[in-house]
């Protein structure tokens, strides 16, 4: 059946009504009638709007019944079951609903005044170094790096993997490893950089201009934490080895120092992007709170911190970020940090 006739039907409905209640019939039917007759030579013409009248009655008549929000749920519900709420972290966060620790471990072992050491004491003797060895008792005891690496979130591995592809698409795949290569080599020339200034500083001829320190590939990451290093001082470990009594997993400190006077776990971290925010930095303030908990066990070390220091180096030499976790942030992060070694051991 035709739309024209459809139309008219429709017309001599609506006509009938309107006629009925107010005893004249709108001008826009009026106007489709006339329309539809100039059609009657139509060879649809012969078709029978009797039989269609019902379905016209039935549009015209009909009622649409709103669906409140509560009846839209009870018919998802019924058509696909009700919602299970998800196991993924992050959406759990999002949703309001954080996950907690099934067991809480503390980060420091005693709390009043933790970092009260006093300057001499902090000053006194060379830091302590004590390096990485992968004996057959320590070969299964996981590293920080290696947790966080294999509990990174969906969405993390999303952005990560689309991080990968563009940079591939840009340098190829031989490009992209010589970048990968060349980012690891330079943070191994900046973390020796500033070991270097910083035992110097220990020493009674003090440093050298920064531009006298490293690789000339790293000139800029140093220049970039000069006024940085003035604020530091009371070095009590460098790139040394730190591991959990408890949660037996361990690190390795970049550094255990005071910053303006207050006695911190501090990581050295280079970037080409600038991160004025905490946010910015992913996982690392997670890093930084495992070291602490971890240092704070181990008995290698006869002083507890309960603050964190994340600096960002640039390579261009403009200067560098500070981001300062106070105890109470540090606290929160190593509850974050329990909850990826949960995951991680659930792995096994």
């Given at each position: 059946?035709?739309?024209h ?61 709103s ?156 220049e ?12 009590r ?30 990581e ?7 991160k ?39 390579k ?33």
């Open positions: 059946m035709r739309g006739q459809l139309l008219r039907l429709f017309g001599q409905h609506v006509a009938e009504s309107a006629g009925s209640a107010s005893g004249r019939v709108p001008r826009w039917v009026q106007v489709s009638l006339r329309s539809s007759a100039s059609r009657i030579g139509s060879p649809y013409g012969a078709v029978d709007g009797g039989r269609y009248s019902s379905l016209v009655r039935s549009i015209v008549r009909s009622k649409v019944g669906q409140t929000p509560e009846t839209i749920d009870e018919e998802n519900d019924h058509i696909y079951g009700p919602v299970v709420a998800s196991r993924n972290r992050a959406t759990a966060e999002r949703r309001g609903s954080p996950r907690e620790p099934k067991r809480t471990w503390p980060l420091w072992l005693t709390h009043d005044g933790a970092d009260a050491l006093g300057e001499e004491e902090a000053t006194c003797g060379p830091p302590t170094r004590i390096p990485l060895e992968r004996g057959p008792g320590r070969s299964a005891v996981p590293s920080v790096t290696r947790v966080l690496q294999r509990t990174l979130s969906p969405e993390q591995l999303f952005y990560l993997e689309r991080w990968r592809r563009r940079m591939i698409a840009d340098l190829g795949e031989d490009g992209f490893k010589e970048y990968s290569e060349r980012l690891f080599r330079h943070g191994k020339l900046f973390h020796s950089a500033v070991e270097d200034i910083l035992t110097a500083e220990l020493s009674a001829r003090g440093p050298d201009p920064p531009g006298a320190w490293g690789s000339p590939e790293v000139e800029g990451f140093v970039s934490i000069s006024h940085i290093l003035e604020d530091v001082s009371g070095v470990a460098m790139e040394s080895t730190v591991q959990h009594r408890d949660l037996n997993y361990l690190g390795i400190v970049d550094c255990v120092a005071r910053y303006r006077g207050v006695l911190c776990v501090i050295w971290k280079t970037s080409e992007k600038p004025p925010y905490l946010s910015n930095t992913y996982d690392n303030p997670l890093q930084v709170a495992a070291y602490t908990g971890a240092l704070n066990t181990d008995d290698n070390y006869n002083y507890q911190v309960e603050n964190g220091l994340i600096v960002v180096a640039y261009d030499g403009s200067p560098a970020h500070v981001h300062k976790l106070d105890s109470k942030q540090l606290l929160d992060f190593w509850q974050k940090w329990l909850l990826r070694l949960e995951d991680f051991v659930e792995q096994k």
